[in-house]
Antibody, heavy 123, light 107 residues
Framework: QVQLVQSGAEVKKPGASVKVSCKAS????????MHWVRQAPGQGLEWMGW????????HYAQKFQGRVTMTRDTSIVTANMELSRLRSDDTAVYYC????????????????WGKGTTVTVSS | DIQMTQSPSSLSASVGDRVTITCRAS??????LNWYQQRPGKAPNLLIY???SLQSGVPSRFSGSGSGTDFTLTISSLQPEDFATYYC?????????FGPGTKVDIK
């Protein structure tokens, strides 16, 4: 079935980097954008950016520019999100989410989500 | 960035009630508006996209309407599994901002 399987929880110190992976199955990986969304404890949802798995092109929210890198490895149908220079307020659950198929053009939504990866930043 | 607001922030309702949640954008977003449901400890689930299109597999008691800056999500007859938090999200321009959420709990 269509699913996204994310890597396990991480505990990092301030200033370190974290890399979260997201393995796709049940659909053609390169046909859909992949988005990353995070949720701090008890808070709402925050969109971080997307990657086009076909081309590798990315678009990041301005807030994360310079700290986030989204990549993909089509050979293992996996998307990755790396966040650097971690701060305590980066503590959150990080989700990957499949976007609309690229053929749908301007229609953007997230219809399949991973279970989330908890990243804790603490000294 | 486009700011999204939702009202109410929370509501209490009973099974069988009709529930309406409102979402407002800080500028016109045409119909580029999605709705998600999130149960505690779970990932969000897409309910409605482009303001009124029902996602495949979502019960027909969920409906969405609106365009421009004002949108609504309606649950026609609340079921036990609908007690959750609901988020709107604009997909008109990046960053694709979410509303702060509306928590629906049991009266």
């Amino acid at each position: 079935q269509v699913q996204l399987v994310q890597s396990g929880a991480e505990v990092k110190k301030p200033g370190a980097s974290v890399k979260v992976s997201c393995k796709a199955s049940g659909f053609t990986f390169t046909d859909y954008y992949m988005h990353w969304v995070r949720q701090a404890p008890g808070q709402g949802l925050e969109w971080m950016g997307w990657i086009n798995p076909y081309s590798g092109g990315t678009h990041y929210a301005q807030k994360f520019q310079g700290r986030v890198t989204m990549t993909r490895d089509t050979s293992i149908v996996t998307a990755n999100m790396e966040l650097s220079r971690l701060r305590s307020d980066d503590t959150a659950v990080y989700y990957c989410a499949r976007g609309a198929p690229m053929v749908r053009g301007l229609i953007i939504y997230m219809d399949v989500w991973g279970k989330g990866t908890t990243v804790t930043v603490s000294s | 960035d486009i700011q999204m607001t939702q009202s109410p922030s929370s509501l209490s309702a009973s099974v069988g009630d009709r529930v309406t949640i409102t979402c407002r954008a800080s500028q016109s977003i045409d119909t580029y508006l999605n709705w998600y449901q999130q149960r505690p400890g779970k990932a969000p689930n897409l309910l409605i996209y482009t303001a009124s299109s029902l996602q495949s597999g979502v019960p027909s008691r969920f409906s969405g309407s609106g365009s421009g800056t004002d949108f609504t999500l309606t649950i026609s007859s609340l079921q036990p599994e609908d007690f959750a938090t609901y988020y709107c999200q604009q997909s008109y321009s990046t960053p694709f901002t979410f509303g702060p959420g509306t928590k629906v709990d049991i009266k």
